[in-house]
Nanobody, 122 residues
Framework: QVQLVESGGGLVQAGGSLRLSCAAS????????MGWFRQAPGKEREVVAV????????YYAASVKGRFTISRDSANDTVYLQMNRLKPEDTAVYSC???????????????WGQGTQVTVSS
């Protein structure tokens, strides 16, 4: 059983930065892969970044690679998404997810947070 709560979203000007946090509870958190996904109105949900639980292997969508960084702090049961050089097209609801295996597919994840809104103005 894993519960996830996102925070850190908000309004930011293009070129600015935000750091999203996903606080997890549950004894099994450290054994799950963690992913960040986003969905804009009228668009399909897409993967943003994924990090494994054992070796910290990471995956980034081509649209964010070089700008975003995913990390996790097992001691504090938290996963982060550092977002730099934000663009208007990054505007979306961002959700964190936990799953038993490393995957870039949302269907592989068992637990989801409520999501946090990120809005980037031009």
């Amino acid at each position: 059983q894993v519960q996830l709560v996102e925070s850190g979203g908000g309004l930011v000007q293009a070129g600015g930065s935000l750091r999203l946090s996903c606080a997890a509870s549950g004894r099994t958190f450290s054994s799950y892969a963690m992913g960040w996904f986003r969905q804009a109105p009228g668009k399909e949900r897409e993967v943003v970044a994924v990090i494994g639980w054992m070796y910290g292997n990471t995956y980034y969508a081509a649209s964010v690679k070089g700008r975003f960084t995913i990390s996790r702090d097992s001691a504090n049961d938290t996963v982060y998404l550092q977002m730099n050089r934000l663009k208007p097209e990054d505007t979306a609801v961002y959700s964190c997810a936990a799953g038993p295996v490393w995957s870039a597919s949302s269907t592989a994840y068992d637990y989801w947070g409520q999501g946090t809104q990120v809005t980037v103005s031009s």
